[in-house]
Nanobody
Framework: QVQLVESGGGVQQAGSSLRLSCAAS????????LGWFRQAPGKEREFVAV????????YYADSVKGRFTISRHRFNSTVSLQMMSLKPEDTGVYYC???????????????WGAGTQVTVSS
């Protein structure tokens, strides 16, 4: 069973930056594709970004392309989401996700974290 624990959420001003982190355990880190989803109030959960098992391929939602960067860190088994130029519409609960077999979008991972709240004020 894969466990995912997110950290780094908070309240930020529009235009600022924030970095989310997710610690993965329960399975060999290199065997997991890792990514992020988010859910705004009253909306469905949506895909944000995913990174392949080796880290050599990434996909992003159009809404975050050029502003967000996903990275994986083998030394501490984490995946991060560096968010820049934040907008109020980036507000939501951000969920870390993982899957040992699937990577390409549309991505439907099997494992999920509990989520961390990100609020961007204008």
């Amino acid at each position: 069973q894969v466990q995912l624990v997110e950290s780094g959420g908070g309240v930020q001003q529009a235009g600022s930056s924030l970095r989310l982190s997710c610690a993965a355990s329960g399975r060999a880190f290199g065997s997991l594709a890792l990514g992020w989803f988010r859910q705004a109030p009253g909306k469905e959960r949506e895909f944000v970004a995913v990174i392949s098992w080796t880290g050599d391929s990434t996909y992003y939602a159009d809404s975050v392309k050029g502003r967000f960067t996903i990275s994986r860190h083998r030394f501490n088994s984490t995946v991060s989401l560096q968010m820049m130029s934040l907008k109020p519409e980036d507000t939501g609960v951000y969920y870390c996700a993982a899957d040992p077999y699937k990577f390409r979008t549309p991505w439907y991972p099997d494992y999920w974290g509990a989520g961390t709240q990100v609020t961007v004020s204008s």
